[in-house]
């Protein structure tokens, strides 16, 4: 792999997750934070007018827009399909050559602490997070397929990846995962300079990760409403292991709803607000401990 | 205080406050669970297209349209304002008679459990507040001065008052705290049903209220922007007191902002979502005890 010469930090690429939001702006004035020696570092602001409005998106949901297809269709013209275009350009060096690295910050109302989201199992990118893991406990790292991401604004470039800190709300700043999202960028960023002086650090030989399987809507009746919550036994269980018969959904009327797979998953985005409208309850996810 | 004849119960005056909404169809489904012998129950969508987009309002706080001037200004055309009129109606007896007893339900992201919001010290609520203490330990009575409560929808009747429920995320349904806010409401229908019968059960000869004093901005820059966040040691310690002195904020650069008041305070809606825009970082309350 050759060196990395240019990372882009985005945040707010949903407008009402504020943690990306006001790290970016802190970034942004000041630059020095996110400077190292060997790339350039940028920031950018995902969806502002959604930010300002302090909504996830105007029209659409922005990280659902690039795909290759997508980002080629002139008909698309919902404004996160323009602003899709345009972030492309703005992450285009003046050879227009993609950004090498893209660092696009969420919050989630569930509980997944600081987990990093990759698109397939990158060496790369197993190394940083195995690196990022002894910064903080609460880092857990997901993969999913590459068929998956490529609708997502980090997959503009070859090693692009999310970070999803919660559990917090929608509209909220959590001073403690405001802290520890930036702890880890900075190590992220300290990770891509000691790699391009060769001096990478020491890392474990191995890492456990959540490999996506999977997502489970909620109950519905024939119109399509939800007839079903979390199970109280699962609200910000995320990571733990769901055992075929645990019970996974409470009915309006408290009727116990289990879970009917064949095998134990990890569920993770247990419980999101935003995932209710892409009729999303859960993702699931298979544990697996890889060798670095 | 003569018998009540009429109750309302309303969810989604906000729209993205799912708990509210859920129990109001739950209750729309099952007219029966809200049905007592000596007063007719209604149930009511605040507002409705909010409830649709899942956000809190679509022009303005529906929740801050129901100032008599307000209701009787034709001038006020958005879309809330319009629905405040419609509420107004809907609310009457066909004799134009207000509703006795509103309960208008909310959620919070501050921690503040099942809190119930009262305009004044009124006797009969206070009494009310009490038994349902009885029934949760996570039962807190707030009041606060009725020229403020003047805006809100409760206002419009004599016992209306709110219940607002936390901490959850705008958007999500927590199981617990719905079935807990379900027995809550059951539990205030049995104690107007008692009441009527002139059975009102027996409660402890005092309650512990918390008095709005007050409120508290996050620390602006000259542009308005919020140059600090909740102090960690505050997030979700509502009803807990804060001494002059103690930390409160918390700078982007880490710089702790210490509380310049001059008396111990019980800081209420710590961190909630919707008041950011309304520059409310908490409100403060006074803690005092009240014979019954």
Redesign the interface.
């Known amino acids: 792999m050759t060196k990395i010469s240019t990372v882009a930090i985005v945040g707010g690429t949903h407008g009402n997750e504020l943690t990306g939001v006001?790290l970016v702006?802190?970034f942004a004035n000041n630059q020095d934070l996110i400077t190292r020696p060997s790339f350039s570092s940028q920031v950018v602001f995902g969806n502002p007018k959604a930010i300002e409005q302090?909504?996830r998106y105007i029209d659409k949901d922005l990280n659902r827009c690039f795909s290759r297809a997508d980002l080629q269709n002139a008909n698309l013209s919902s404004y996160e399909d323009t602003r899709a275009k345009e972030i492309q350009k703005i992450l285009l060096s003046p050879q227009g050559k993609a950004c090498d690295v893209i660092i696009d910050l969420h919050t989630t109302?569930s509980n997944m602490g600081l987990s990093i989201l990759l698109s397939g199992e990158h060496p790369f990118l197993l190394g940083l997070s195995s690196y990022l893991s002894l910064i903080s406990d609460d880092v857990k790292v997901c993969c999913s397929p590459k068929s998956q991401n490529a609708v997502y604004l980090d997959s503009l470039s070859k090693l692009g990846f999310a970070i999803e800190v919660g559990?917090?709300?929608?509209?909220?700043?959590?001073?403690?995962l405001?802290?520890k999202t930036e702890k880890l960028i900075l190590a992220a960023l300290d990770y891509f300079e000691a790699y391009n002086q060769g001096k990478l650090p020491e890392i474990p030989s191995f890492i456990t990760i959540y490999n996506y399987i999977g997502a489970i809507d909620y109950p519905r009746n024939a119109q399509g409403?939800?007839e079903a919550?979390?199970?109280?036994l699962r609200?910000f269980q995320d990571y733990q292991p769901l055992n075929p018969g645990d019970p996974i959904f409470?009915t309006?009327?408290?009727q116990e709803i289990f879970y009917d797979g064949i095998s134990t998953v990890y569920p993770i985005f247990i419980?999101e607000?935003?995932y209710?409208?892409k009729s999303i309850a859960m993702c699931l996810t298979e544990k697996k401990t890889v060798n670095l």
């Open positions: 006001y702006k802190k302090c909504r109302t559990a917090v709300a929608q509209g909220v700043l959590n001073a403690e405001f802290q409403e939800i919550m979390i199970h109280p609200q409470l309006f009327d408290g419980n607000a935003a209710y409208e």
